[in-house]
């Protein structure tokens, strides 16, 4: 097992930077016995959600590793299993990590327009296939280069919650027939997202400490051309595609390509933590969080060694728990032993 483990580890080890021209981060071998409430965990449930993507990592010998998780579930040695075949490492940690929330919502809409349902999904146009950035949100809007063109997936009754589907790139739209749409993300104009909150702040229409996803839309609602003005100070707009083959029971789709787990999956920056790896996270705030969940997802504004975010699962209850999430804490990586070995020489 050592010698498989000790390729995995240099297969792995050229995915751990973070990227040419960088800065490397320090890194920091830790035991397990300094991740404050490690023991308390359900460990099950971090497997659980660990076998989801276990096969999907570069490296010949992530299968290995995978199997031997398979096995672990089979036989209830969770715990062991990360303890045996992993070592905790903080990366970067200098300075606070920021953790935010997600969630995938569940909106009312159609695949026709009516007259209630009115504000269009689109799928990505094909000329964006390029590289570069495309027209901005407000040029999109106000010069209507997507209608038209048959490129609508479905259609909302509320611009707002349109915009934050944006924002969390995947939902689900219940149908007036009974059905429901998936759409994940598709697509992005590759423009910086930009804070409608902060700008709220900037033109002195709310106080900092009244920034929030429900001030935006209690907003916006109240005052519709402003409203829709003050959306279009974020110049980043995404495209959606429909999901299709997920069972509804499973999560949304993430990075990886597979479900997500409600308050298991973490979207993190892949230049510094491998997508696929477990990672134990240590929140302050209101409702602190002592647990391990997997790298499984990434997101246009998740920057940094020491930044996730921690999807909370589906439908407006989730929402209200993700979206007073911004707090500080400490991310510290699971890496497999061989590789936490190398970046421990190489430092």
Known sequence: MRAALAALGLGLLAMAGAGPGAAEPTRRILPFEALQGWAQ???????????????????????????????AARQGGARAFFELLFRPVLIGGEAPALFTGYFEPELDGARRPSGRFRVPLYRRPPELAGAGPWFT???IERRRLLEGRGLEIAWLEDPVEAFFLQIQGSGRIRLPDGGVIRVGYGGHNGHPYRSVGAEMIARGLIAPHQASAETIRDFVRRHPAAGAELLRSNPAFVFFREVTGVPPEKGPVGAM???LTALRSLAVDPRHVVLGAPVWIETAGADPMRRLLVAQDTGSAIKGAQRGDIFFGTGAAAGRRAGVVKDAGRMVVLLPVALADALARED
């Not at 460990?43 to 299968?63: Q, V």
């Open 41 to 71: 965990d359900d460990h099950a449930a971090a497997l659980s959600a660990f076998l989801e993507t276990c096969d999907l990592p570069r490296g010949s010998d992530w299968p290995a590793l995978c199997g031997l998780a398979r096995q």
């Open 137 to 139: 949100r407000a040029e």
């Open 257 to 259: 390509g597979r479900s």
